[in-house]
């Protein structure tokens, strides 16, 4: 079955650096775009960045613009956020998606803290 599997969360200091994976399998990763988003308690989840399959072209949010960089792995079937120059404010849960064709499949999330 599908699976997407976080990895890398923790805490880190004000302008510090994580880098977050995602391992999947049960679907053809290599031709799904693929996600990460992020959530805080009484917030709505929000798109951090995406990557296509076949390009591999990327988007990012406006706040992560310059700090984060989503890439991925096909033969390892991962795909990383690397995050830079962290603030206070990107403390949230992170979560990994596919988008299987119109089916949005999520992980189980990753908390990243980012505090001094």
């Known amino acids: 079955q599908v699976q997407l599997v976080e990895s890398g969360g923790g805490l880190a200091q004000p302008g510090g650096s994580l880098r977050l994976s995602c391992a999947a399998s049960?679907?053809?990763?290599?031709?799904?775009?693929m996600s990460w988003y992020r959530q805080v308690p009484g917030k709505e989840r929000e798109l951090v960045a995406i990557?296509?399959?076949?390009?591999?072209?990327?988007r990012y949010a406006d706040s992560v613009k310059g700090r984060f960089t989503i890439s991925r792995d096909n033969a390892k079937k991962t795909v990383y956020l690397q995050m830079s120059s962290l603030k206070p404010e990107d403390t949230a849960v992170y979560y990994c998606?596919?988008?299987?064709?119109?089916?949005?499949?999520w992980g189980q999330g990753t908390q990243v803290t980012v505090s001094s």
């Open positions: 990557i296509t399959s076949t390009s591999g072209s990327t």
């Open positions: 998606n596919a988008d299987l064709g119109g089916i949005y499949w």
């Open positions: 049960g679907f053809s990763f290599s031709v799904r775009a």
